[in-house]
């Protein structure tokens, strides 16, 4: 949207009238409003959820870190998004369970790459930092993963599971943890951020450590609340630190 500083004295008068009534919207909230659709607080993914589901994502509709758990990601959902990427999921398919309160089930099909899921996020206007623009293209899973359409499960956890504090790449390698893959997490990524209109790991980072890049460095992933924006780079399989852990599948 173009700026415009005019919004105020007789276009805010004629606005006021316009929403009076019912509504409760005023002119200085309208004002407000589209100054933060300029400086990208509010994009049109967040804005679509108001428009075509009224939900709310200001205030007190904010999900706080205990609440992620009663996030729940529906099949509707899932068959949504897939949908949109032109990929069909079988609901008759055994694959398929009941979602359950403190979990994240997360259906991958092969077809559904890292970079189609970059882009796809990029469509949600979220912007991805990469450390490097073809950095995804590269990468690979080390973790056994089905070759055709799974369902793979994690605790529902905003920041992934500090249990796994202070362990590196290699050691949950060492102890056969069943980690995350890059693919795994940008698809829960657009899962959340379709849920919610909010991010996945704002205080902590995700440690893919299911995957590696061709020089066998460790693809991970949080959000930056200052650049707002999803991080995408790499690390050491010898990293550690107090909040650099990773997502373990419960099954």
Same mark, same amino acid.
């Given at each position: 949207?173009?700026?415009?500083?005019?919004?105020?004295?007789?276009?805010?008068?004629?606005?006021?009238?316009?929403?009076?009534?019912?509504?409760?919207?005023?002119?200085?909230?309208?004002?407000?409003?589209?100054?933060?659709?300029?400086?990208?607080?509010?994009?049109?993914?967040?804005?679509?959820?108001?428009?075509?589901?009224?939900?709310?994502?200001?205030?007190?509709?904010?999900?706080?870190?205990?609440?992620?758990?009663?996030?729940?990601?529906?099949?509707?959902?899932?068959?949504?998004?897939?949908?949109?990427?032109?990929?069909?999921?079988?609901?008759?398919?055994?694959?398929?369970?009941?979602?359950?309160?403190?979990?994240?089930?997360?259906?991958?099909?092969?077809?559904?790459?890292?970079?189609?899921?970059?882009?796809?996020?990029?469509?949600?206007?979220?912007?991805?930092?990469?450390?490097?623009?073809?950095?995804?293209?590269?990468?690979?899973?080390?973790?056994?993963?089905?070759?055709?359409?799974?369902?793979?499960?994690?605790?529902?956890?905003?920041?992934?599971?500090?249990?796994?504090?202070?362990?590196?790449?290699?050691?949950?390698?060492?102890?056969?943890?069943?980690?995350?893959?890059?693919?795994?997490?940008?698809?829960?990524?657009?899962?959340?951020?379709?849920?919610?209109?909010? @991010?996945?790991?704002?205080? *902590?980072?995700?440690? !893919?450590?299911?995957?590696? %890049? $061709?020089? &066998?460095?460790? #693809?991970?992933? @949080?959000?930056?609340?200052? *650049?707002?924006?999803? !991080?995408?780079?790499?690390? %050491? $399989?010898? &990293?550690?630190? #107090?909040?650099?852990?990773?997502?373990?599948?419960?099954?």
């Amino acid at each position: 949207m173009a700026k415009d500083s005019s919004f105020t004295g007789e276009t805010a008068k004629s606005v006021k009238v316009v929403v009076s009534g019912s509504s409760g919207v005023t002119a200085s909230q309208l004002k407000d409003f589209f100054r933060q659709i300029e400086d990208g607080s509010i994009n049109g993914a967040v804005l679509q959820a108001i428009l075509e589901h009224h939900r709310d994502p200001f205030g007190p509709g904010i999900i706080k870190g205990e609440e992620a758990a009663q996030v729940i990601f529906s099949h509707e959902l899932m068959e949504e998004i897939y949908r949109e990427f032109g990929i069909e999921l079988d609901l008759n398919s055994s694959l398929w369970v009941e979602p359950e309160v403190g979990f994240w089930d997360v259906y991958m099909s092969p077809k559904l790459t890292a970079s189609k899921l970059v882009d796809y996020l990029k469509k949600l206007d979220v912007t991805v930092y990469q450390s490097d623009e073809n950095f995804v293209l590269g990468v690979r899973d080390v973790v056994a993963r089905p070759q055709e359409p799974y369902r793979i499960r994690f605790r529902a956890r905003i920041e992934a599971d500090a249990e796994t504090q202070n362990l590196s790449a290699q050691d949950t390698a060492e102890r056969g943890l069943n980690c995350i893959t890059l693919r795994e997490r940008l698809f829960l990524e657009v899962l959340y951020f379709k849920a919610t209109c909010q @991010h996945l790991d704002v205080k *902590s980072i995700t440690r !893919c450590d299911g995957s590696r %890049s $061709p020089d &066998g460095s460790v #693809p991970r992933v @949080h959000w930056n609340s200052d *650049s707002r924006e999803v !991080c995408v780079y790499w690390c %050491s $399989p010898r &990293g550690r630190g #107090p909040s650099l852990w990773t997502r373990v599948a419960v099954s």
